[in-house]
């Protein structure tokens, strides 16, 4: 089983699920392509399609169609999934079962697969493309589940008509404790980013809380400098396909005068001045596309995990043969020289790196070159050395 996207201009139009004969899974495919016609996301889209490969996987090994798919079907497919080997890396601190075939996958993973065929089933239910007598998914009215103090509580309380439902087939999920970053963490991230443009994207998330889509859909009039306060509107124009996840607008007030600061110096200094774009965030440099709105492709806050050691994999930041002094203009640890990175700060072969005494090997400059002084470096960093503060 594989998911197939088709995208035009960068964004996810159509996303189907084809067999292992390359044919297409066509419950599957028409439930995703009412998804798409209800506004769903693409990575929403996306995320069905993964989830759903499980359940034609299952149907495919026990050698049943969907119309057989019944209650006690149900709990069998339950069984496989807890059973499933996982093809990704765990996260950061999570825990996992591992086996002789591998890590299995997560609770939330399998709730969520669940979750997505019983969505499935009630769309089949509606399209008359499902004989069966209801929902193979089971639910039942859990009043026990209402008494919880933790569950949100509608507005009129008690007296809502609304009650709380539970699947028959379910699985218990852990209550974990957030997890936030450390100090260390933090000023690691800041210290790695090399422009104000990127700087200013983390700094709303941090001090803000605005999500990666938000964050790429702002645009030049949800900007208020003089109240501090930011507009998170839900758009859906973007020309890369970026989207909030919640459609609910917010205003978004900003405590921390140096998140405004720094937004201010990218749209005056770095953005582009000939840009028609509303978009705040743009992709900028030198290229042809220097005006067109950033994405995630360009996403720079991803890339980060690694550099910094901190992450789902922590991974450490490389080392060089030379021990010269952290740029961020470099974004690793090793020479200062432009010559032992690229521009996206991946490591290649230099030949400050070659072995000591070969005929290759050359001494690394300790002076950053004139055309970006270490002065404006460090503002780009945030780090005023004349006012002491950052």
Partial sequence: MRV??????????????????????????????????????????????????????????????????????????????????????AQRLGLSVATGQGRLLSPATVARALAATSSLFEWAIAAEAYAGAGNPMQRQVDSALGRVPDRPQPFLGGASRQ??????????????????????????????????????????????????????????????????RVTVRKRDDHPRGARAKARRERVVDLHEPRTLKVVSRYVLHERPAEALSPFVFLVGGAGKTRCEPLSYRHWPVGSLAGWTGWGSGHRKRPRTRCDTPTRPRCGRAGCVSWRCSSAWGTPRPSRCAATPGSATSRSCPTTPPPSRPARDLDRVAGTDRREGRV
């Fill in 4 to 89: 197939v996207k088709e995208c035009e201009g960068g964004i996810v139009r159509r996303v189907m699920l084809l067999d292992d004969e390359g044919r297409d899974v066509v419950l599957v495919t028409r439930f995703l392509a009412h998804l798409a016609d209800s506004g769903y996301s693409p990575n929403t889209l996306c995320g069905y399609a993964y989830d759903l490969r499980h359940l034609a996987a299952f149907l495919d090994v026990r050698h049943l169609d969907f119309g057989d798919f019944g209650p006690s079907t149900a709990l069998e497919f339950l069984g496989y999934l807890r059973r499933v080997p996982s093809r990704r890396p």
């Fill in 163 to 228: 009650q709380p439902i539970r699947r028959t087939v379910r699985v218990k999920l852990p209550v974990r404790l957030p997890r936030p970053l450390g100090d260390d963490d933090v000023q690691a991230v800041l210290g790695s980013l090399r422009t104000a443009r990127d700087l200013a994207i983390f700094l709303l998330m941090l001090d803000g809380g605005l999500r990666p889509g938000e964050v790429l859909c702002l645009q030049l009039e949800d900007l208020a400098y003089g109240r501090r």
